[in-house]
C-alpha cells in the first residue's frame, strides 16, 4: 500500500499557556481524525523560539502570531504559514499574507459581560495588562469592554496596574487593592485572563473585599491550573481553542495539498462560560450572612462545621442560623454542603481519583460522598463522572 509522504510542520507556541496549549491539542485532534501524516516540531520545553525560523526546511508552520516579533520573522519564511491569535477591529492589524484563524475577543468580553449582568448587577469594571505590543490582545479585549459600556450607556473603568514580577510585587498588590476599594459596590470585573483574575481575588481576599458580594470576578481561558491556586472557585469564559487549532490544521493541510485560501480569516467563538462561585453574586443585606458566606466559600473544603462560621463572624450559632433562614432559606450546613458538593464536581471531571477528590472536598470518606452525591443529584460520584467526561467529548467533536 502506497503512503503519502509525511509532511515536516513547525508549531510555534508557548505552551505554558492554556490557549497555546488548547490549540496544539486542536491540531492533534484534527490529525487523529484525518489519514493526515505530519512530522511536528516543537521546542523540547514547548517554548517559542524565533532564531533561524525564516530557514526552517519544512513544509510549513502553524504560529501564535499576537506577538508581533512573531509576524515579523515568519514574513520572511518561504513555506506556508497558517497564523493563530487574537481578533481585531482594525483590519491592518492583522499580519499581512497569511491565512489567520482569531479567537472572538468582543464575543469573549461579551459573554463574560452578560453573564455579570444576568447575576444583577449594575456596576462593571475591567483588570487589564499594561499596554505593550505583546499585550495588544488585551487592548483589543478593552475596546470590546469600552464598546459595550457605550451601547449600554455606561462609563468603562479600566485598571491596567503594572507586570508582575518578584521585584514589583508589592507594589502590584497596592494598586490593585486601591483600585478595588475605590470601586463603587457591588462591582461585576471582568480581568482579560485568569492569571489577571486570580492576582484580583487575591487582591480582595487580602482587602477584606467579599467575593462576590461585593466584588464578582470573571477571566478568560478556563486554566485548570488557576482553578487550582485559588480558594474561591474562579467562573472563566472557555475560549473555542481546540476548535481554532483544528481550523488551523485545516487550512495548512490544505494548502500544502496545492489550494488557494485567498488570506482567509475565521473567527471562532467562545465555548461558553465556566460559572464558579467568584461571580455567583446575589444581593445579601445582612451583613453577617455576607461574611459567613465568604468565609465558606474559601474553607468548605477543609470541613469547617457550623460554629467555626458562627466564631468567625462574632455571633452565636444559633443567631447565625436565624440570619441564614430570613436570608437564603437554607441552614448554614446546607450552605457549607453545597460548596463542598461543587467543588467535588469541578474534581470529578479531572483526572483525580474518587478518592482524592473526596478528601480534597472536605467528605470524611468516599463513601458519605456517594451518600450525598446520591441524595442530592440522584447518581453516584463515578457515574457523574463518566457522564461530565461523555458531554465534554461530544461538545470537542
Not at 496549549?21 to 514547548?46: M, P
Not at 493563530?84 to 484563524?101: C, E, F, I, L
Not at 468603562?156 to 508582575?164: D, K, Q
Not at 462576590?212 to 467562573?235: C, F, H, K, W, Y
Amino acid at each position: 500500500m502506497k503512503t503519502s509522504k509525511a509532511h515536516r510542520i513547525a508549531l510555534l507556541f508557548n505552551a505554558n499557556k492554556t490557549f497555546d496549549r488548547e490549540v496544539i491539542s486542536g491540531v492533534a485532534a484534527y490529525l487523529s481524525s484525518r489519514r493526515t501524516t505530519w512530522e511536528l516540531f516543537l521546542e523540547e520545553d514547548f517554548r517559542l523560539r524565533l532564531a533561524g525560523i525564516e530557514g526552517w526546511q519544512g513544509d510549513g508552520i502553524i504560529a501564535d502570531m499576537d506577538d508581533p516579533e512573531v509576524a515579523a520573522a515568519l514574513s520572511r519564511c518561504k513555506v506556508p504559514v497558517v497564523a493563530v491569535g487574537g481578533s481585531y477591529a482594525n483590519p491592518d492589524d492583522y499580519p499581512a499574507g497569511v491565512p489567520y484563524v482569531a479567537t472572538d475577543n468582543f464575543a469573549l468580553i461579551k459573554s463574560a459581560y452578560q453573564h455579570l449582568v444576568d447575576t444583577g448587577l449594575h456596576r462593571f469594571a475591567m483588570f487589564s495588562l499594561p499596554e505593550s505590543a505583546q499585550n495588544r490582545w488585551a487592548q483589543e479585549r478593552e475596546k470590546a469592554f469600552r464598546c459595550l459600556m457605550q451601547q449600554d450607556g455606561m462609563e468603562a473603568t479600566i485598571f491596567r496596574g503594572c507586570e508582575t514580577s518578584a521585584q514589583e510585587w508589592d507594589e502590584a498588590v497596592r494598586g490593585q487593592v486601591e483600585w478595588l476599594r475605590s470601586l463603587p459596590k457591588p462591582v461585576g470585573i471582568i480581568a482579560v485572563n485568569d492569571a489577571r483574575a486570580r492576582q484580583l481575588l487575591q487582591a480582595c481576599l487580602l482587602a477584606g473585599i467579599e467575593v462576590p458580594e461585593q466584588v464578582a470576578l470573571i477571566g478568560i481561558d478556563n486554566d485548570p491550573l488557576v482553578r487550582m491556586l485559588t480558594r474561591i472557585p474562579l467562573s472563566s469564559v472557555i475560549q473555542g481553542a481546540q476548535e481554532m487549532g483544528r481550523t488551523a490544521a485545516g487550512l495548512l493541510d490544505r494548502m500544502l495539498h496545492g489550494a488557494v485560501l485567498d488570506r482567509p480569516r475565521v473567527l471562532v467563538p467562545p465555548v461558553g462560560v465556566q460559572a464558579a462561585a467568584s461571580s455567583q453574586h446575589q444581593l445579601i443585606r445582612h451583613p453577617q450572612v455576607m461574611r459567613a458566606r465568604h468565609f465558606i466559600r474559601q474553607y468548605a473544603c477543609q470541613g469547617i462545621k457550623t460554629h467555626q462560621v458562627a466564631e468567625h463572624v462574632g455571633v452565636s450559632r444559633s443567631s447565625l442560623e436565624s440570619y441564614f433562614r430570613r436570608e437564603l432559606g437554607c441552614s448554614v450546613h446546607d450552605v457549607i454542603l453545597r460548596y463542598k458538593l461543587d467543588a467535588a464536581k469541578a474534581g470529578l471531571e479531572s483526572k483525580r481519583s474518587i478518592a482524592e477528590v473526596a478528601l480534597g472536598c472536605g467528605f470524611t470518606s468516599i463513601q458519605y460522598l456517594h451518600l450525598v452525591f446520591k441524595r442530592e443529584l440522584g447518581c453516584t460520584p463515578r457515574a457523574y463522572r463518566e457522564q461530565a467526561l461523555g458531554e465534554r467529548m461530544l461538545a470537542c467533536g
